[in-house]
C-alpha cells in the first residue's frame, strides 16, 4: 500500500513531465484501435450487404463464382430460362426467379462522363423484380418498365447530380443503348461504393446478353420449415446437377467475404506494422522520460533508501507509476482510435467508398488489445530505468538530485552496438551478393534488423563524433551559445542517442523506400524505353476488356500505320514429356513484335504469329526441355485442344512480359468458339511518321465517348507509372507519419525535462548576463543538432538498406539504382525545422523562468 500511495502521488506530482509520454501512448494504442474498429466496421457492412442480397439457394453456370463472368469476353456465362420452372419444381421450393448481372458494363451520362465509381468498385447492371426489393427501396419515379427506362441507385444519383428523366448510355459487350431514369432506388444497408443500374428484364437479357430467354443466375427460396443445405440438394436433384453450381446463402456470403478479406487483411496488418512502428518509437520517449524523472529524483530516493525503503519497492514504485501512464494514455488511445476510425470512414466516403457509422463495430477484443499493448508496453519501456532507481544507494541523498549518472556510453554498449551493426552490414552484403531473390530476402530482412538495432545501441557512442562535426558546421556559426548547445548535447550521450534513435527509425524507413521507388521508376522506365516500340497504348481504367465499338472507333482513327490487339487465353498446355501446366497464353496480331521487342534465344519471334505456331519463354524452355520446333498440347479453356509448333524462345532476361507465351489471334479464333474467343484488354497503336502528335489527338477524339479507356503514349506511361509508385510511397509516408510525430514529441519532451533538471544552471546563466533570447536560441539549437543527428544517422542507413533491396530487384529485372537525392536532402533540411518546432515550447519555458527562483531550486 506504500508502494502504491507513493507511486500515486509521485505520478500526479509530476504529471505535466508525464504528458507528452502519455500522448505517446495515446497515438500508438489510437492507431491500433482504429485500425481493428474501421476494419471490423468494413467487415460488417460487407457482411450486411452480403446477407441482404443473397438468397436461400442460388444457381450459376459451372465453373463460374456467384454473380462473377469472363472479364476477356466481357459477356457473362449464362443459363437458360428454361431451368427456373425446373427450379421452381423442385421440392421445398417456395419461389425461384432468374435475374442478369454484368459487371463488364460502364454507364455515362449525356456528357459521356462515367458515372462509375473512382475507388475500383465496379458498375453493376441488372435485371430489376420484386426480389430486389428485398435489398433496396424505391425512394423516386418508378420501376423500368421497357427498353427506354432505367433506375440507378440514390448514391451515384446524388454524386453524379442525375435525376429522373436524365438519359444515360450503358456501353456493353453487345453495343450501346440509352435510357432515361425513371426511378431512384436507396440500399437498406450501407452500399461500399458500387453504382448500380437496373433495367427490365428482357432488356437486360437483350442488350446485355445478346438474346431474350437467358439468365446469369437463378434464385430460389425455402418454404417454411426447409434448411438451406435441404434445398440446394433438392435442386440439384431436380436439375440433375451437371454443368451448373449451387451455392447456399451461408456459401454465397462466404465467397463474397472471401473476395474482399484479402484487400482488408492487407490494409489491417499493414496499419497495425506502422502502429507497431510507433510503439517502437515511443518506447524511446518512455525510456528517456523515466530515465530523466529517476536522474532528477536521485536525492529523493535516496532519502527513501536512507529511511528503510527497499530495491525492490523502489523498483515496484517506478513500475507502478508506468502502469498507472499506460492505463491512463491506453484508455484515452481507445477512445481516440474510435475517433480515428470514423474519420478513416468520412475519408474512404470522400474517395467513393461509402461507409455509414450506422454500422460502426466496436468488438469486446479492441479495448482489450489496446489496453493490454498500451500497459505492456509502457511497462516494459519503464524496466531499466525502473531497476536503475533501485540501484540508487542511500549515500545518494548527499548529491545533487539531477547528476547524470551516466555522461558516457558503457564500453560494454559500445562494443555490442558496434558488433550487431558489423553483423548487419554483413547481412546486408551477403543479400547483394545472392544468386536468387528469395534467398537473399532472408538476408535483407537480417541486416536491417541487426543494423537498426546495433545503430540504436551504439547510439550513444555514436553522438559524440556526430554531434561535434554538426556541432562544427552548424552551431559554430552561433558563437558561445551554439557552443553551449553543443555541449548540452553532449552532456547525456545514452540521452540523446535514444532521443535520436527515435527519429532514426522513421527516417530510415523513409530513405529506403524512397530508394527502392525511384529505383524502380527508373529501371522500369530504361526498360520501356528499350522494350516498347509502339506509339500508344489504350486500356481500361477498371479492367474492362476493349468492347468492340471501341475498338472498330479506334481502328478507324486517322494517321495510323498499325493497330495491335492484344487478348488474354487461358489454356492448359502439355510439353512432348506429357508434363501439363494451366498457363494463360497472350493471342496478339503479328504487329505486337514490332510494339514489343522481345529477345530471343532462338528461332524467329515473328513466326510465332503464325497458324498453329507459338513461343515460350525461357525459363519453362529450360524447364521442360522444349526447343525449337517441338510440338505442345494447348488445351483452350472453352475450345478445343491444339498441336502447336515452338517457333520462337523469348529471353526472360526482359522484366515486360516476362514468361509469357505468344501465339496468334488467328490460331485462338481457330480453337475457340466465337463467343468465347476474348476481347483485347490492351490495344497498341503506332503512327504514321511525323505525325504523332496528330494521331495522339485523334485517338482521344476517336474513344472520347468511351471514357472508360485511357489513351497514353509513351510519356503518358511513364508519368502514369511514376504517379502510382509516388502514390504508395505517399501512403507509406503518411503511415510513417505517426512514429514521426512521436519521435518529435520525444525530443520536445527530452528538452523540456532537461530544461527541469537545469533549472538551477540556466537561472546562474540567467544571472551572469545569458539574455532570453540567447537562452532560447541555446535551447533551439541543441534541439536542431539532435534532430539532424537522428536524421543523418536514419538516412544513412535508410540508403543502405534501400541500395541492398535494390540490388535483389534487379534479380527481378530491375537493374537500375537510382538516390532520390532532392527527397533526401529535403528530409535532412526538414529535420532541423522540425527540431526548431520541437524546441518552441521548452525554450519559451525556459526563457520565462524567474532567475532568483530558478537559482534557489533544489
Same mark, same amino acid.
Given at each position: 500500500m506504500t508502494v502504491l500511495k507513493t507511486s500515486l502521488r509521485n505520478f500526479f506530482a509530476h504529471k505535466g513531465r508525464m504528458a507528452l509520454s502519455a500522448v505517446a501512448v495515446l497515438l500508438s494504442v489510437a492507431f491500433v484501435s482504429g485500425t481493428l474498429v474501421f476494419t471490423d466496421t468494413m467487415n460488417t457492412t460487407f457482411d450486411k450487404l452480403f446477407a441482404s442480397t443473397a438468397s436461400d439457394v442460388t444457381l450459376s453456370p459451372k465453373g463460374a463464382a456467384v454473380d462473377d463472368e469472363t472479364p476477356q469476353t466481357g459477356r457473362p456465362e449464362t443459363l437458360p430460362a428454361s431451368l427456373v420452372e425446373r427450379v421452381r419444381g423442385a421440392e421445398g421450393v417456395k419461389d425461384a426467379q432468374g435475374s442478369v448481372i454484368s459487371l463488364s458494363v460502364t454507364v455515362v451520362d449525356s456528357r459521356d462522363r462515367n458515372v462509375g465509381p473512382t475507388s475500383g468498385a465496379p458498375t453493376i447492371a441488372v435485371s430489376w423484380s420484386k426480389y430486389e426489393l428485398r435489398s433496396v427501396d424505391l425512394v423516386s419515379g418508378h420501376e423500368p418498365r421497357g427498353p427506354t427506362e432505367v433506375m440507378v441507385d440514390g448514391d451515384t444519383a446524388e454524386k453524379h447530380g442525375l435525376k429522373l428523366g436524365d438519359e444515360l448510355r450503358t456501353i456493353a459487350v453487345t453495343g450501346d443503348f440509352t435510357a432515361r431514369i425513371s426511378g431512384i432506388v436507396d440500399f437498406k444497408v450501407t452500399n461500399p461504393g458500387a453504382t448500380v443500374v437496373y433495367f427490365d428484364t428482357a432488356t437486360a437479357q437483350r442488350e446485355l446478353l445478346g438474346k431474350e430467354g437467358l439468365f446469369t443466375q437463378i434464385t430460389a427460396d425455402a418454404a417454411p420449415g426447409v434448411s438451406d443445405e435441404t434445398l440446394k440438394a433438392n435442386i440439384a436433384a431436380a436439375i440433375g446437377g451437371g454443368g451448373y453450381t449451387l451455392h447456399t446463402a451461408a456459401e454465397v456470403a462466404d465467397a463474397g467475404r472471401e473476395d474482399v478479406a484479402g484487400f482488408l487483411d492487407v490494409m489491417k496488418y499493414a496499419m497495425l506494422g506502422f502502429a507497431g512502428i510507433a510503439f517502437l518509437v515511443g518506447i524511446f520517449l518512455i525510456v528517456n522520460t523515466f530515465s530523466m524523472l529517476v536522474a532528477q529524483r536521485t536525492r529523493e530516493i535516496g532519502l527513501m533508501r536512507a529511511i528503510g525503503s527497499s530495491r525492490r519497492q523502489v523498483n515496484r514504485s517506478v513500475l507502478v507509476e508506468a502502469l498507472f501512464l499506460g492505463v491512463v494514455g491506453s484508455i484515452a488511445g481507445v477512445a481516440a482510435g474510435v475517433g480515428l476510425a470514423i474519420g478513416l470512414m468520412e475519408l474512404m466516403s470522400s474517395m467513393g467508398m461509402e461507409l455509414s457509422t450506422d454500422d460502426l463495430t466496436v468488438r469486446w477484443t479492441t479495448p482489450t488489445i489496446g489496453l493490454l499493448l498500451g500497459v505492456v508496453v509502457t511497462v516494459l519501456a519503464a524496466y531499466i530505468p525502473a531497476r536503475r532507481a533501485g540501484k540508487i544507494s542511500p549515500m545518494a541523498a548527499l548529491r545533487d538530485a539531477g547528476t547524470p549518472a551516466d555522461g558516457r556510453a558503457g564500453l560494454v554498449r559500445g562494443g555490442l552496438g558496434l558488433l550487431l551493426t558489423v553483423g548487419g552490414v554483413a547481412a546486408l552484403w551477403t543479400a547483394t551478393q545472392a544468386e536468387k531473390a528469395s534467398a537473399g530476402s532472408l538476408w535483407l530482412g537480417l541486416g536491417v534488423v541487426l543494423s537498426l538495432i546495433g545503430f540504436i545501441v551504439v547510439g550513444p557512442l555514436l553522438a559524440g563524433g556526430v554531434v561535434r562535426v554538426l556541432g562544427a558546421v !552548424?552551431?559554430? !556559426?552561433?558563437?558561445? #551559445?551554439?557552443?553551449?548547445?553543443?555541449?548540452?548535447?553532449?552532456?547525456?550521450?545514452?540521452?540523446?542517442?535514444? $532521443?535520436?534513435?527515435?527519429?532514426?527509425?522513421?527516417?530510415?524507413?523513409?530513405?529506403?523506400?524512397?530508394?527502392?521507388?525511384? *529505383?524502380?521508376?527508373?529501371?522500369?522506365?530504361?526498360?520501356?524505353?528499350?522494350?516498347?516500340?509502339?506509339?500508344?497504348?489504350?486500356?481500361?481504367?477498371?479492367?474492362?476488356?476493349?468492347?468492340?465499338?471501341?475498338?472498330?472507333?479506334?481502328?478507324?482513327?486517322?494517321?495510323?500505320?498499325? #493497330?495491335?490487339?492484344? /487478348?488474354?487465353?487461358?489454356?492448359?498446355?502439355?510439353?512432348?514429356?506429357?508434363?501439363?501446366?494451366?498457363?494463360?497464353?497472350?493471342?496478339?496480331?503479328?504487329?505486337?513484335?514490332?510494339?514489343?521487342?522481345?529477345? $530471343?534465344?532462338?528461332?524467329?519471334?515473328?513466326?510465332?504469329?503464325?497458324?498453329?505456331?507459338?513461343?515460350? %519463354?525461357?525459363?519453362?524452355?529450360?524447364?521442360? %526441355? !522444349?526447343?525449337?520446333?517441338?510440338?505442345?498440347?494447348?488445351?483452350?479453356?472453352?475450345?478445343? *485442344?491444339?498441336?502447336? /509448333?515452338?517457333?520462337?524462345?523469348? *529471353?526472360?532476361?526482359?522484366?515486360?512480359?516476362?514468361?509469357?507465351?505468344?501465339?496468334?489471334?488467328?490460331?485462338?479464333?481457330?480453337?475457340?468458339?466465337?463467343?468465347? #474467343?476474348?476481347? *483485347?484488354?490492351? #490495344?497498341?497503336?503506332?503512327?504514321?511518321?511525323? /505525325?504523332?502528335?496528330?494521331a495522339y489527338a485523334a485517338l482521344k477524339d476517336s474513344l472520347a465517348a468511351y471514357p472508360q479507356y485511357k489513351v497514353q503514349n509513351q510519356a503518358d506511361y511513364k508519368q502514369d507509372l511514376k504517379d502510382q509508385v509516388g502514390q504508395l510511397l505517399n501512403i507509406v509516408y503518411g503511415l510513417l507519419a505517426l512514429a514521426i510525430i512521436v519521435a518529435v514529441l520525444g525530443v520536445v519532451n527530452t528538452l523540456a525535462l532537461s530544461v527541469v533538471e537545469r533549472t538551477r544552471e540556466i537561472g546562474l546563466m540567467r544571472a551572469i548576463g545569458l539574455s532570453r533570447r540567447q537562452l532560447r536560441r541555446m535551447i533551439r539549437l541543441e534541439s536542431v543538432v539532435i534532430a539532424l543527428f537522428g536524421a543523418l544517422l536514419g538516412l544513412g542507413l535508410g540508403m543502405g538498406w534501400g541500395t541492398a533491396a535494390q540490388k535483389l530487384l534487379a534479380l527481378e529485372g530491375l537493374g537500375i539504382l537510382e538516390i532520390p537525392w532532392p527527397t533526401i536532402v529535403t528530409v535532412f533540411v526538414g529535420s532541423a525545422f522540425v527540431g526548431l518546432f520541437a524546441a518552441l515550447v521548452p525554450a519559451f519555458r525556459a526563457g520565462r523562468m524567474n532567475v532568483l527562483n530558478a537559482i534557489a531550486t533544489d
Open positions: !552548424v552551431l559554430r !556559426v552561433f558563437g558561445p #551559445v551554439g557552443r553551449m548547445a553543443e555541449r548540452n548535447a553532449l552532456r547525456n550521450p545514452r540521452r540523446t542517442g535514444a $532521443t535520436g534513435a527515435a527519429l532514426m527509425i522513421g527516417l530510415a524507413l523513409v530513405a529506403c523506400l524512397s530508394v527502392v521507388g525511384s *529505383s524502380m521508376v527508373a529501371s522500369a522506365t530504361e526498360e520501356l524505353d528499350r522494350s516498347v516500340g509502339a506509339d500508344f497504348i489504350v486500356q481500361s481504367t477498371n479492367g474492362q476488356p476493349i468492347m468492340p465499338q471501341a475498338q472498330a472507333a479506334l481502328e478507324k482513327t486517322p494517321g495510323l500505320t498499325h #493497330v495491335t490487339e492484344y /487478348k488474354w487465353v487461358e489454356a492448359t498446355i502439355t510439353d512432348p514429356n506429357g508434363k501439363a501446366v494451366k498457363k494463360g497464353l497472350v493471342a496478339a496480331d503479328p504487329t505486337y513484335a514490332k510494339d514489343l521487342r522481345r529477345d $530471343t534465344t532462338a528461332g524467329t519471334l515473328t513466326k510465332a504469329y503464325d497458324t498453329n505456331a507459338m513461343s515460350v %519463354g525461357s525459363d519453362y524452355a529450360t524447364e521442360h %526441355g !522444349v526447343k525449337v520446333g517441338d510440338v505442345l498440347t494447348v488445351a483452350f479453356k472453352g475450345g478445343e *485442344s491444339a498441336k502447336l /509448333k515452338v517457333a520462337a524462345i523469348t *529471353s526472360d532476361e526482359n522484366n515486360v512480359d516476362k514468361g509469357v507465351m505468344y501465339t496468334g489471334i488467328t490460331t485462338a479464333e481457330r480453337y475457340l468458339p466465337a463467343d468465347r #474467343v476474348p476481347r *483485347s484488354m490492351i #490495344v497498341f497503336a503506332t503512327a504514321e511518321d511525323g /505525325k504523332e502528335t496528330e
